[in-house]
């Protein structure tokens, strides 16, 4: 796939199967991200993978944060379900770092970068991959027993696997529609 294919056809793949990229393709998804945009080559962001037992374990820690916020159980099923929705979930953090000329939007935006270059990545290369958020992403819960530091920030849940079924490319919009000149 060509680089103006890839970016004019780009779309989510919410239905993922196995198998989960092999450790080839998951090398180059992560290098595609190392590869994003970097203020002061500060690296922003820690990718946290979870694949078969790490599915389990991130299972654990939704449905805990779930129990925490007082949901009901059908949420608290649900939230042990969300990690089954693909072989594979990668967790984007943004790690901020004090810096004088890189504010901490920046070192978001760069990890939000990071995370859409490997959805395109995993795009490029026959794979499927939907960028989730939710609540989870904000969750102090969650932060915790992901290990992060009270200042990380979710970026997003990375959903990665085969596309389950093909799914119709969405009609071309328009940027032309969202511009306008000085």
Not at 114 to 139: K, P
């Amino acid at each position: 796939m060509d680089a103006k294919q890839l970016l004019l056809t780009r779309q989510s793949t919410p239905r993922l199967v196995a198998p989960a990229p092999n450790d080839e393709q998951l090398t180059f998804i992560l290098d595609a991200a190392a590869r994003v945009p970097d203020h002061g080559a500060l690296t922003p962001w820690e990718f946290i993978i979870a694949v078969d037992d790490g599915l389990a374990k991130l299972a654990d820690i939704f449905v805990a944060a779930a129990k925490a916020q007082g949901a009901d159980e059908a949420m608290i099923t649900k939230a042990g379900n969300m990690p089954y929705r693909a072989p594979m979930v990668i967790t984007v953090v943004a790690k901020t770092q004090q810096h004088d000329k890189v504010p901490a939007i920046e070192q978001h935006i760069a990890a939000g970068c990071a995370t859409m270059a490997m959805q395109q990545a995993a795009f490029a290369l026959g794979i499927g991959a939907v960028w989730r958020s939710g609540d989870f992403a904000f969750n102090a819960d969650v932060n915790a027993a992901l290990g992060l530091a009270a200042d990380d920030q979710i970026v997003g849940f990375l959903y990665v696997g085969t596309p389950a079924v093909v799914a119709p490319t969405k009609p071309l919009k328009s940027g032309q529609q969202f511009a306008r000149y000085l």
